[in-house]
């Protein structure tokens, strides 16, 4: 078993994420002594070993409690209920790619029209750019 400071030292995290992850349901500690330390099993620090792997590669807290709740159930649960979580996540990831790039697009054109001199800012193309109304970022986005 493992206190709540130990627990957090071993996967280098703060005391204050794990009481975080409680409150937000994702972690439960198996036990509180009675002296009031949230005690944690191994079987807990395989859950917040979880947690923190997919937070790392981009889930969400709530995407995370939902893999989690399948792996709890996992016996009445299908494979197919994992595929459809990660396979959201990675429809998100892959339009903010294609939003990231439009605006690298949008960027590349406005830094390619400007001479970047010495010269007044009075007629700065970039500026110029971002004051016309025919000029828009976001339109490139919504293309289907």
């Known amino acids: 078993m493992y206190r709540i400071g130990e627990l957090a030292k071993q996967f280098d995290v ?3 994420t794990l009481r975080y992850y409680e409150k937000e349901g994702l972690l439960v500690p198996s036990s509180v002594a009675s002296n009031g330390y949230r ?7 395989k859950t917040l070993g979880v947690i923190l792997r997919a937070k790392a590669i981009g889930f969400s807290l709530s995407e995370i409690k939902t893999l989690l709740s399948i ?6 649960k299908e494979c197919l209920d994992v595929k459809l979580v990660v396979d959201d996540k ?4 892959n339009a903010k790619i294609e939003e990231l790039q439009t605006f690298q697009r949008s960027l590349k054109r406005l830094s390619d029209a400007c001479c970047g001199g010495h010269e007044s800012a009075q007629d700065c193309t970039i500026l110029q750019a971002l004051e016309s109304e ?11």
């Not at 990675?90 to 990831?93: C, F, G, K, R, Y």
């Open 14 to 16: 703060n005391t204050d």
């Open 39 to 45: 005690m944690y099993s191994s079987a807990d620090a």
């Open 71 to 76: 792996e709890v159930d996992k016996a009445n």
């Open 90 to 93: 990675l429809a998100q990831v």
């Open 134 to 144: 025919s000029f828009t970022i976001l339109s490139e986005c919504h293309h289907d």
